[in-house]
């Protein structure tokens, strides 16, 4: 998630960042605006993180 390929290290204060809970108010996933107004989307789960494009 970090790195200067990475959207993470790359925010710019123009740019969106959204977190979404579970329905028990636990952090789940992160999503970011990247070029070409694509989402890059951060999600967690028990045991396991992913980080997808789109």
Do not use: C
Request: charged content about 20%; glycine content about 10%; proline content about 2%.
């Amino acid at each position: 998630m970090k790195g200067n390929d990475k959207p993470l290290s790359n925010m710019q204060a123009v740019q969106e960042a959204r977190i979404e809970r579970d329905a028990h108010g636990t952090s789940n996933t992160l999503s970011v605006t990247i070029a070409g107004n694509r989402l890059a989307l951060f999600r967690w789960q028990a045991g396991n993180s992913g980080h997808h494009e789109r």
